[in-house]
């Protein structure tokens, strides 16, 4: 798709698409009012403004689009209109081992139970083992500091899926 191709979508459609980027409605409610946009890049600077305009329950709305780090069968599931983009975003747990699978697993569990929320990483390009590294680091971190490195890493996923849509 073209950046022209994109401004003339269906309202509707506009906001199916931007809603596989992020699952944030008030983001993508946000960008809604900005359209046209003349490129790809002023969309992702419009989409940064957005998203720091954006509160902790819009944070958390976005974050509930997205399995768990690992969870092959939710990806499936429940996340079917993103499933092609999660499932490579998480390629490399595929090649995990059930030792390392395991660990995600209860750690995103811990994770959840602790901050409220599932565990969100940017993890393309990362392997299943420096992705349970960062959880186990950011275990560590206070509900305040991990609320805002979560929703950095909600943006730089929202930025890739940008990319995508135009690819």
């Given at each position: 798709?073209?950046?022209?191709?994109?401004?003339?979508?269906?309202?509707?459609?506009?906001?199916?698409?931007?809603?596989?980027?992020?699952?944030?409605?008030?983001?993508?409610?946000?960008?809604?009012?900005?359209?046209?946009?003349?490129s790809?890049?002023?969309l992702?600077?419009?989409?940064?403004?957005?998203?720091?305009?954006?509160?902790?329950?819009?944070?958390?709305?976005?974050?509930?689009?997205?399995?768990?780090?690992?969870?092959?069968?939710?990806?499936?599931?429940?996340?079917?209109?993103?499933?092609?983009?999660?499932?490579?975003?998480?390629?490399?747990?595929?090649?995990?081992?059930?030792?390392?699978?395991?660990?995600?697993?209860?750690?995103?569990?811990?994770?959840?139970?602790?901050?409220?929320?599932?565990?969100?990483?940017?993890?393309?390009?990362?392997?299943?083992?420096?992705?349970?590294?960062?959880?186990?680091?950011?275990?560590?971190?206070?509900?305040?500091e991990?609320?805002?490195?979560?929703?950095?890493?909600?943006?730089?996923?929202?930025?890739?899926?940008?990319?995508?849509?135009?690819?």
């Open positions: 798709m073209t950046i022209q191709q994109f401004n003339n979508l269906s309202a509707q459609q506009f906001k199916e698409e931007l809603f596989k980027c992020c699952g944030s409605t008030a983001w993508v409610k946000k960008l809604a009012e900005k359209i046209p946009f003349h790809i890049e002023e992702k600077k419009a989409a940064d403004a957005a998203w720091s305009g954006c509160e902790k329950n819009d944070w958390l709305e976005a974050f509930s689009h997205h399995p768990k780090i690992g969870d092959v069968k939710s990806t499936e599931r429940k996340f079917a209109s993103t499933k092609q983009w999660a499932s490579r975003e998480q390629a490399s747990v595929k090649t995990a081992g059930q030792t390392v699978l395991q660990e995600l697993k209860d750690l995103n569990d811990a994770y959840e139970k602790k901050f409220g929320y599932i565990f969100i990483v940017c993890a393309t390009g990362k392997s299943a083992e420096e992705m349970l590294s960062m959880l186990k680091s950011r275990l560590e971190n206070s509900s305040h991990e609320i805002k490195i979560a929703a950095a890493e909600q943006n730089k996923i929202t930025h890739l899926r940008i990319d995508k849509l135009f690819s």
